[in-house]
């Protein structure tokens, strides 16, 4: 007899993006199977007049290389996830950040939409799969889906989700539809090649 080998695990990398002060820390660290790794600074007195912290006035750290953690979707998958920074001066580390990655999430929040647009266009100009996950704030107008996607103005293959970045179920029902909505793409993309061949 024979002893089963253990399975090893198909290891996929997504990124977690969106403006300053969205929730990009805070949802990292709600799945996360480690302790995760996080570059918060203070805000400091350099950073007024750079820094918009309007609506998130109470914000006192801010990313300023990435957030890393870590989950395991199923015994044969696991998640890398990386917390890009939302401040555009941090911007420089996204491409670094982007290589190798299976897709994105693009989280917002409704009362500064405008935020998304710079992560949208990104991952749109460069071809990476993307969700857009709402995170509910407390005291946020809950606008729907349909509302947020003409707002933001996307394809209409781009799922948008709802979310809580603070529940671990929420969050992990994010992940899981960025790596199905990625998957899509890929098997269409196959599709077309073989219809086109």
Request: glycine share 10%; proline share 5%.
């Amino acid at each position: 007899m024979h002893a089963v080998s253990p399975v090893e695990p198909l290891t996929l990398k997504i990124l977690v993006a969106g403006g300053f002060g969205v929730g990009k820390t805070t949802l990292v660290s709600a799945v996360s199977e480690i302790r995760p790794l996080r570059t918060e600074e203070r805000l400091s007195e350099p950073g007024v007049g750079v820094d918009d912290t309007g609506g998130v006035e109470g914000k006192s750290t801010t990313t300023v290389a990435m957030d890393f953690g870590r989950i395991t979707l199923r015994e044969d998958l696991v998640l890398y996830l990386f917390g890009t920074p939302g401040q555009d001066r941090f911007w420089f580390l996204w491409d670094e950040l982007a290589q190798g990655s299976l897709g994105a999430v693009v989280l917002a929040d409704t009362r500064r939409l405008a935020d998304c647009f710079a992560a949208i266009d990104y991952f749109e100009r460069r071809g990476i799969p993307f969700v857009v996950a709402v995170n509910c704030f407390d005291g946020a107008d809950r606008h729907p889906v349909v509302t947020v996607r003409t707002a933001l103005d996307l394809d209409p293959g781009v799922p948008v989700l709802l979310c809580d970045a603070r529940d671990r179920e929420s969050v992990k029902d994010v992940l899981v539809g960025v790596v199905e909505h990625a998957m899509s793409l890929a098997r269409e993309r196959r599709r077309s090649l073989s219809a086109g061949a």
